[in-house]
């Protein structure tokens, strides 16, 4: 079998861009791939529970997840912090549908969106 198969470790836009390049993968494809490759996990402290709730709901229905307080769902806490994870384009969308969600959830969905930014530069 002339085949290889092995686990990539890509932990930034640019290298993300330059394997997908080295494939073959056009320059459309590239831009539309290369969000979809970067795994990030966002801390936020302190959020509301019924934020939380929300943002796990909008996270789980995008194949991404949060992480907060076994508790949340109980009532029995008034806040958690909370470990959202996904993939960049993920969270993206997490942000847009955020938007339109009462709790200060649309706030929550701008800052989770300018961490992104900068991490990205970091990278």
């Known amino acids: 079998m002339n085949m290889k198969i092995s686990v990539v470790s890509l932990n930034n836009p640019k290298e993300i861009r330059k394997e997908l390049g080295k494939i073959g993968v056009g320059k459309e494809g590239v831009e539309i791939m290369a ?56 969270l993206k969308n997490i942000c847009d549908k955020l938007k339109k969600q009462p709790f200060g959830l649309d706030e929550i969905g701008e800052e989770v969106r300018r961490q992104m930014a900068v991490g990205e530069k970091g990278s």
């Open 35 to 90: 969000p979809k490759a970067l795994f990030r996990v966002i801390k936020l402290e302190k959020i509301k529970r019924e934020a939380a709730n929300i943002l796990k709901q909008e996270a789980l229905s995008l194949g991404a997840e949060a992480a907060v307080h076994r508790e949340v769902i109980s009532g029995k806490i008034k806040q958690t912090d909370c470990l959202l994870m996904g993939t960049v384009q993920q």
